[in-house]
């Protein structure tokens, strides 16, 4: 394996969970996540349920009660879905929706592999190119040093080396949005803004979410705006000049939370088009370095984890033939993935419609007048991503 973030560290515990040993190689000199919030479907909880994690997750998460989209010019509620109702719950077999600090969704996966005597992990370790050489793969690490293995997954992120020599595609595509991120000890968030709901002020080139963290001990901030001065960056800090003045005109609920923050990491949000086909032999790619998405379906590390079980699965089914197992993987993922990948794009741009198309977005999204109140909600526009998968259980007929 190769990255030891989010993906990386599930298909570990995966892989080993199914018997299998697994080296990680990471570039860093510690296995840790940088950022703040991860937001997580009904589908990666069952996920969890397949990992045996959700024990552990429960102990960090926070279960929101709706997630709603404001208007960030009129104050107007837009749209709001009930994730904290009994038929949320009932629609997608038990499974709930929960938001998790990314260092503890991280921990508790790191804490699960070391866990596991199957899994080695190594970190300094920086993966330059791999080599297939039939009967098995051989990582070259920089510095020289060589390591011969099984199969190889490129579970190295955006920037992935791997991938780059799988399918030589250029550099990821920057998509002209920027994340601004910052967290708040709870007792810094003024109570009339505090709310256990995902929050989302989408305004013409922005939007800020808001959520609460870790038990309710913290508040998870992303204000995210439209410019063209970045080309790159990834967790540097941010210019909160430029940050005020893209959000001026906004709700003064929006001004007062971006006031309570000094310093912001910035994040220059880049995805990629789909691909159809990411294995060659015994290599193939998982999470980010496969498939990167904006985030704004907040599911790049579910589909990260989503493959992480499915290629294992397949791995054990094929009698860990891998090249076979990761043609059978890359099948039942690139078609999920890739409506992930498009619609997320489709969201920003809604959440950033400005002018005609802001009230046509409000007009279509709100419920009709003749809608009753009475009405048990409805979550079939969510339900092909939330319902999830199926765990392979045999090979592909
Ligand atoms: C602002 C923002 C908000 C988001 N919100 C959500 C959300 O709410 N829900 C959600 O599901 N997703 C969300 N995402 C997406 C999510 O963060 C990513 O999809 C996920 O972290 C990808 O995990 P990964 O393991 O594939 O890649 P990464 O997290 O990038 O991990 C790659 C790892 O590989 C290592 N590495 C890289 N190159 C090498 C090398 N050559 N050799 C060795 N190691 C290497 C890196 O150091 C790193 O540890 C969000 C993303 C952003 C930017």
């Known amino acids: 394996m190769l990255g030891g973030g989010i993906g990386g ?19 860093g000199a ?26 552990a997750i429960e102990r960090y998460s926070v279960h929101p009660d709706n997630l709603v989209m404001m208007d960030a010019i009129t104050g107007e509620e837009v749209i709001r879905l009930h994730v904290g109702a009994a038929e949320f719950r009932q629609r997608f077999d ?17 804490d699960a592999c070391r866990a596991e005597r199957a899994i080695e992990l190594q970190t300094l370790k920086k993966g330059e190119r791999v080599e297939d050489l039939g009967d098995r793969v051989l990582l070259h690490l920089e510095g020289g040093e060589r390591v011969a293995g099984c199969a190889l997954i490129g579970a190295d992120g955006l920037w992935s080396r791997i991938r780059a020599q799988l399918l030589a595609d250029g550099k990821p595509r920057v998509s002209g949005h920027i994340a601004y991120r910052a967290v708040l000890p709870r007792a810094e968030v003024p109570d009339d803004l505090w709310q256990n709901n995902v929050v989302l002020w989408a305004g013409p080139k922005t939007h800020l979410v808001h959520y609460p963290l870790r038990r309710g001990e913290l508040y998870n901030l992303v204000a995210v705006f439209h410019s063209d001065r970045y080309e790159e960056g990834w967790d540097v800090f941010g210019d909160a000049g430029e940050l005020h003045r893209k959000f001026a005109h906004e709700r003064p609920e929006v001004k007062r939370l971006l006031d309570k923050i000094n310093v912001w990491k910035m994040w220059v949000l880049c995805d990629r088009e789909p691909v159809r086909h990411y294995s060659q032999g015994r290599v193939t790619l998982l999470g980010d370095a496969a498939h990167p998405m904006l985030q704004y379906l907040a599911q790049g590390a ?33 078609l999920r993935n890739a409506r992930v990948q498009t619609t997320a794009r489709y969201y920003g ?34 339900a092909w991503l939330y319902e999830g998968i199926r765990i392979p259980t045999a090979a592909p007929g």
């Not at 940088?34 to 994690?53: C, E, H, K, S, T």
């Not at 929706?97 to 790191?110: E, S, T």
């Not at 809608?371 to 526009?381: N, T």
């Open 9 to 27: 560290l599930a298909a570990a515990l995966a892989l080993a969970r199914r018997g299998r040993a697994v080296r990680v190689f990471e570039q």
């Open 30 to 55: 510690e296995f840790k996540e940088i950022g703040a919030g991860i937001q997580l479907g009904p589908n990666v909880y069952r996920m969890f349920d397949a990992l045996r994690l959700t024990a």
């Open 94 to 110: 038990g499974y709930r929706y929960g938001v998790i600090h990314r260092g503890d969704l991280h921990q508790v996966l790191l």
């Open 302 to 334: 579910n589909m990260a984890i989503e493959d992480a079980v499915v290629l294992a699965a397949y791995a054990e089914i094929s009698g860990w033939d891998f090249a076979r197992a990761f043609r059978w993987y890359e099948d039942a993922r690139y």
């Open 349 to 382: 741009d809604i959440y950033h419609a400005s002018g005609v198309v802001r009230e046509v977005r409000n007009w279509f999204l709100a419920p009709g007048p003749k809608a009753d109140p009475g009405a048990k909600p409805s979550f079939e526009g969510v």
